[in-house]
């Protein structure tokens, strides 16, 4: 077995988002026979609908290659993908850590951006071998030589045989092959040792009870052995251990060095944590694995089901989701005009969307999510000091000694003609700038310290329209300071809902509230009776306006001639339907609940 060792490789993919990640592992695959052809779906890795729809990378997936070398030999490589959004980060230290080496994959065109730095480094920091490919060649607008010199420059790799390719042309892809059997070292590790395998991800399948995506430090594990997870201290029987290939494939045992799963008929999901450490039971590992930097949620959300009977079947699918979604966090709440739901912790606002569509999705639910808020801690007259997730939770403006809210370091890498746009939107956004630095002749690091609640809504966004799409943005959470906030309750008919509050910097409370109170006016659908919507900061009204009765032909008048729109606006409202919730005598609709995030630049920009 030990011979066997010698002809694995494990690697994982890092780039930028959409340089072409996902688009390289299908050409491998394909390369590799891993997939016979007419299996062959696009980007076989992204296996959850919604990531095939979305065309992004959110999870980690692993699978096992076949690679016959030009050294004559077969090698066995285990490819992990890796997420290029920076909310996703932490999955990419996750699937680093399993691996000896990692391909660097560089758009041609686009050269080296924030986040390919940001992912990089990790892999560096964890001392794995990098292989460096130009990828996109094919595009007229292609520039190897300026991106390899890039990589040489910005990243300090050698460049000199980087592999030049085209994922979607096939071009490179054998070279690149070859490359990984040569550099990436084989996985060291001792057989006879006892059994060390770290958990990188899991999943919780309904027959199979949990299963275990591991990477064997040292030892074998096999069906009939008894294992313990070293931090939890359970312990448990091997069913069945196997590799991805990508579909599963049975395996008699794992050795120190493979990449694949373990079940053992684990049905307390609450026992298997990501990161923690497989070992033989009667033969336990002197210590666990380093295991993984916990990571802190940034953004808060609450989660209800529309109807209130189902508050414990969404208990049971976040349980389950955060099996393979460490970063997950929840914790009981209950809301006087939603019922009884769940505060989520997200790393941003991605995961929170990709959390809420998988919920629904995936089981079934229907949900009513309130708009995100950062964690502030507040300090009171009495002399505490509390950690505030939710708006409504506020305390009251005269029991408030100060507020410390969390700010980022921002990095925004972007070419030199883009500079004034971006401090434009950063000073708009309270940002204090700290520094300017020249990456190459055409590129600058723009560094600010902006507050992250300022970042987390519409920032990146308008960060791309501002500069054309050419500014790319990686951001980590720096400290907490004092600033001066305010919490903006929304009154619908004369009652405060308290899911819709709010927290804002004082000099934009005015101008917010006007503009939200004018949003929930077009969102909320007219009743029978007139509706004051008001926004008030304690007891003081600080916006007003009203929704108006409803008469009847109210669309037959609007939208009378123009049949696809009507039909748009039926369809609109048959989807809106379901995601409604009734407060007091208002129906409300989910938008309204996220009223509160789309803000507008121009608005803001004139205070
Ligand atoms: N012209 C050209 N386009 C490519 C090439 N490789 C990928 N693309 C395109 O670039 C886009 C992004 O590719 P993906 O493979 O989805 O990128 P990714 O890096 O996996 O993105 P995430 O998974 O979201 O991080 C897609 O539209 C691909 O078709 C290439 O070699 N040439």
């Known amino acids: 077995m030990k011979e066997h060792q010698k002809y694995i490789r494990n690697f994982s993919i890092v780039a930028h988002i959409d340089h072409g990640k996902s688009t390289l592992a299908d050409r491998i695959l394909e390369m590799t026979d891993t997939v016979a052809k007419r299996d062959m779906k696009n980007q076989l890795l992204d296996n959850m609908d919604l990531e095939r729809e979305r065309g992004i990378t959110i999870k980690l997936n692993a699978v096992e290659l076949n690679y016959h070398a030009k050294d004559g030999h077969d090698y066995e490589f285990h490819l992990i993908d890796t997420p290029g959004h920076v909310d996703f980060s932490y999955e990419v230290s996750r699937s680093l850590a399993a691996c000896e080496g990692a391909i660097l994959v560089v758009d041609a065109a686009q050269g080296v951006e924030a986040q390919t730095l940001a992912n990089v480094y990790l892999a560096i920091d964890d001392d794995l071998e990098i292989v460096p490919v130009v990828n996109k060649i094919d595009l007229p607008s292609a520039d190897p030589d300026r991106v390899k010199k890039e990589i040489e420059d910005i990243i300090g790799l050698d460049t000199s045989d980087a592999v030049l390719a085209s994922a979607k042309k096939g071009i490179g892809i054998e070279k690149l092959l070859e490359q990984i059997v040569r550099k990436v070292p084989a996985p060291q590790g001792n057989l006879d040792d006892p059994l060390k395998a770290l958990v990188f991800d899991s999943i919780y399948d309904d027959y199979r009870g949990v299963v275990l995506s591991v990477r064997l430090y040292d030892g074998v594990v096999k069906p009939g052995d008894k294992i313990r997870l070293m931090n939890s201290g359970s312990e448990y029987e091997v069913n069945e251990v196997g590799v991805n290939s990508p579909h599963p494939v049975q395996r008699e045992y794992l050795m120190a060095g493979d990449v694949g799963y373990i079940t053992a008929s684990i049905k307390d999901i609450a026992q298997t944590r990501v990161g923690d450490t497989v070992t033989n039971a009667d033969n336990p590992a002197a210590e666990s694995l380093p295991g993984y930097r916990e990571m802190e949620p940034m953004v808060y959300s609450g989660l209800y089901p529309t109807d209130n009977a189902k508050f414990g079947d969404l208990r049971e699918a976040l349980e389950k989701l955060k099996l393979n979604d460490a970063a997950l966090e929840f914790e009981p709440e209950s809301s006087q005009a939603l019922g009884f739901g769940f505060r ?264």
């Open 344 to 607: 989520c912790g997200f790393l941003g606002l991605l995961h929170m969307d990709v959390v809420q569509e998988r919920l629904e999705r995936e089981f079934n639910l229907d949900l009513i999510t309130t708009a995100p808020s950062v964690t502030y801690h507040v300090s009171t007259t009495d002399g505490e000091t509390k950690l505030v997730e939710n708006p409504s939770e506020m305390p009251d403006a005269s029991e408030i000694k100060q507020v410390l809210e969390p700010y980022v370091k921002a990095t925004v890498m972007v070419p030199n003609d883009y500079v004034g746009a971006v401090m434009e939107l950063c000073q708009h956004r309270r940002g204090q700038f700290e520094t300017m630095e020249y990456v190459d002749d055409y590129r600058v690091n723009v560094i600010y310290h902006i507050p992250l609640s300022e970042i987390i809504f519409d920032f990146f966004d308008n960060l791309k329209s501002a500069t054309r799409g050419y500014a790319s943005l990686d951001y980590e959470l720096e400290d907490y300071k004092q600033s001066d906030l305010v919490k903006i309750d929304i009154l619908l008919n004369g009652e405060k809902v308290d899911a819709l509050s709010f927290i804002s910097h004082r000099s934009f409370a005015a101008s917010r509230s006007r503009d939200i109170v004018g949003k929930l006016k077009n969102i909320i659908p007219r009743q029978n009776f007139e509706i004051p919507v008001q926004a008030a900061v304690g007891a003081k009204i600080i916006a007003r306006t009203n929704i108006k009765a409803y008469r009847k032909d109210v669309t037959a008048k609007l939208y009378g001639g123009d049949r696809t729109r009507r039909m748009k606006l039926l369809e609109k409202q048959k989807a809106g339907k379901k995601r409604m919730k009734a407060v007091g005598k208002v129906d409300i609709p989910q938008e309204a609940f996220m009223a509160v995030l789309q803000t507008d630049e121009d608005e803001k920009g004139k205070n």
